[in-house]
Nanobody, 125 residues
Framework: QVQLVESGGGLVQAGASLSLSCLAS????????MGWFRQAPGKEREFVAG????????NYADSVKGRFTISRDNAKNTVDLQMNSLKPEDTAVYYC??????????????????WGQGTQVTVSS
């Protein structure tokens, strides 16, 4: 089992950058595929980015490709999301999630068993 805590959200203007971090508890962090999801008001939770257990493979939603970068540090039990060129439509609660399967970086919400509490990102125009 793993517990996840996100940090780094906030209010920024369009075009700015923001970095989110997720700290995981437990000694098995390196066995989990990690993902970032987001949920805007009135919308379903959606996949943003994911990274494989050793960080060799990543996957991004089309809406964030070229602007967001996911990375992980297994020695520190952290997974980060660097967000550049932010847009008002990026406004959402961002969640860190962990997938214990060995099926690669998956995108569905149901694929991830463990979730953080979320951190708010607001981008003003």
């Amino acid at each position: 089992q793993v517990q996840l805590v996100e940090s780094g959200g906030g209010l920024v203007q369009a075009g700015a950058s923001l970095s989110l971090s997720c700290l995981a508890s437990g000694r098995t962090f390196s066995t989990y595929t990690m993902g970032w999801f987001r949920q805007a008001p009135g919308k379903e939770r959606e996949f943003v980015a994911g990274i494989s257990v050793r960080g060799r493979s990543t996957n991004y939603a089309d809406s964030v490709k070229g602007r967001f970068t996911i990375s992980r540090d297994n020695a520190k039990n952290t997974v980060d999301l660097q967000m550049n060129s932010l847009k008002p439509e990026d406004t959402a609660v961002y969640y860190c999630a962990a997938d214990s399967s060995v099926l690669g970086v998956r995108t569905p919400v149901y694929a991830y068993e463990y979730w953080g509490q979320g951190t708010q990102v607001t981008v003003s125009s």
